[in-house]
């Protein structure tokens, strides 16, 4: 009662209803008013007055203090998010609608039945040892990956482990980082932002060749399936990325994004395992999970990991809870069936796709591996904004090869769509097809 | 079996045991030696030549590659976690025992029963609607705090959002933030980490001077509960220091780290209820529940809710599921009931430890309004130093006053220990209280 007394003074003092100077009733007469014990409304007061909201005077009462009391604009702000098309294909989101809820909270149950108490307080920059340990042991044998948990460092996704490689680079005095000519221009972003210049690698028929110019102080690859065109890196040039590491004492950032996602009965491991002391390994929980667990991983070679500590803070920065989940989900086996389950819905959403292209719109060419949430369509020459166009009239978002081109690449692509089939649930699937189909028929 | 077999190569490749040149048995033979079908083999070879650690040559079968492969060396960081002391008396800090861990789990299944899939996908960059509906709602009534949800930003911790706060500062070309005398470098580490300059406070008997000097952009306070000295800022300052932001045109930033744990009848609101269009107000989960949850808020001028939102990231940060079961677990009821219990206990606590020292150690004096987990003992003069090194002899870890003061403070406080009650458990407390008294006797 008094915080409920206390709060609507505030209330009408915000808004102007209780001008400055005017006497409040006495406490005893407000609590007759009201039904209330007199102490109840003093002590009300009395919290107001030491708030300085109001003023008690001896034997003049409690007056409003003089001061005036703005009311801040509560517009809207222009973040709100808006309405979402008929169809959402856009590359790099998971199907939410098969996030393992029920297995996820069994997970989440056992860690907090399992986690020690000094598990809840400020933690190891690195992250949690028990999902470290899980990792390491997860990514020794779903992607070749060689790094002990002291090497591991959990980060808040991808974009706050780029954030990081960023940072230590800068640390080191870098000045270039070698990219891929298309990307994300949001990773890109992150890399401008700690003071470091991109240089797009070039491209020919067999992808992207990997060695970075003289000046390059390491090269940020997305080595097993290429984002977004959706090749996988060559195996001479896989040799050829790490040799030029061994070499030069640069770095290789390898974005696993989606890595564990490949079709073909041949998987191809991280470029990490083959010098786990030159290749930097970057891993997500965003694409076989969930993007809101904000939650990644990165293999770091042994001399970099003091560095990335520094950066990262004095503090895990990262949730408790869902790295504990995690790392039960990882161990108890969950994580692999759901993986196992997801890899065979997407490959069937992408096999349904490219039969429905040969049946409907064989001048349509499939580029890239039969892998992860998306692939490119090739159009015919001059046809891409007019293909964007359209399927926008159809509620249809999908994205154009272009808008992944680095502004400063050398050459560049032929016309294309890059087109996701991760986000539609299971429901909606197939009219998302039908609708893409239609459009480039 | 093809995984395994895969990963027995690699490891034999990485510790030198097969070396470049050397010739593999083929698979026909090795499935022979081994028991297993011809095309595991045959796979696990393909693999490996795909990552490049093997080279196949037709007419001559497999080979090692003709590279080097090193071996990171596996070293224990530096900053693995060492032995405990035996009581952990540090400020700033709750009692871990306490997490309400069947609530909060509670909490959690019925968060993720009730999120839509899109929740579980890139979030609004100011954190869960739900979160922060919630907390608009809560801050009112306990803390007298001013906001609509569009202007509370989540952010994963107060350091966190003390970041942000800095980087919204050094993006409007401030240089200077006045912060109080006493205080955690760590914090001013984040505003000089922005390019700001810290500038303490003066300070009397009646506690911090809030209103800053000609030429500071901001002031940085902790006005309900100074951390570490204890006293509550006094009403005549606290109106003025919202006075001098409202003159100026410049901006208080509120740490409210501990403002749900006042003992005494009176209760003081947040400064930011006086002058919400003037004032950041910046909470914590971390000491009502658990620092692991990486979970703080801040009430924004709707002036400043862009800019804080860019510099925070285009995506939301923090992890969505603990958003989604604070909101739960506030609208439910459990954060209320939780706060008060934790209150009850921290207030048995310290009434204990002025109890103990009223009849064991009169001559030491506790400072500070009865509140949060920590108070400060004035010392005899030139005794802190003493007193530190005899409480590390019996094995308590505790802190003096003088390593929490600026070190361009223009005046110094007499000697004392900062004692926090949070960390032990409640059947540990009783011994940690005890080997405290007796240093101090």
Known sequence: MRRAL??????????GHLAPGTRLPSSR?????????????ADAYADLVS????????????????????????????????????????????DLAGFPRAAWLK???????????????????????????????HLARARGVYASPEHILICAGVSHGLQILSGVLAGRGARNVAVESYGLDRHWGLLTDAGLKTLPLPFDTHGTDPVPPVGADAVLLTPAHQFPVGTALQRDRRTAAVDWAGRTGRLVLENDYDGEFRFARQSVGALQGLAPDRVVYVGTAGMTLAPGLRLAWMALPSTLVEEAVAVKGHIDSCEVFSQLTMAEFITSGA???????????????????????AQYAPQVRVIGTAAGLHTVLGLPTGTEERVLQSAAGQGLEVAGLSRYRHERSLN?????????????????????LSALVRILS
Chains 1, 2 share one sequence.
């Open 6 to 15: 206390a709060e609507a003074v505030r209330e009408a003092l915000r808004t």
């Open 29 to 41: 007469r407000l609590a007759a008013d009201f039904g209330l014990a007199r102490n109840t409304v």
């Open 51 to 94: 708030e300085g909201w109001l003023k008690a005077r001896r034997g003049s009462g409690t007056l409003v203090a003089d001061r005036m009391i703005t009311r801040p604009v509560l517009a809207r702000s222009a973040t709100e998010p808006h309405g979402d098309p008929c169809h959402d294909l856009m590359p790099g989101k998971p």
């Open 107 to 137: 997970a989440t149950r056992r860690a907090l039945a399992a986690a020690p108490d000094d598990a809840l307080g400020y933690g190891d920059p690195r992250g949690r040892p028990e999902l470290r340990a899980a990792l390491a042991d």
């Open 335 to 357: 994580y692999g069936r759901h993986v196992r389950a997801a890899r065979r819905r997407y490959r069937d959403r992408r096999d349904a796709l490219v039969a429905a292209l």
């Open 412 to 432: 560049a692509m032929a016309d294309a769509l890059v087109v996701g089939y991760g986000v539609p649930s299971d429901a909606a699937w197939p009219q998302a």
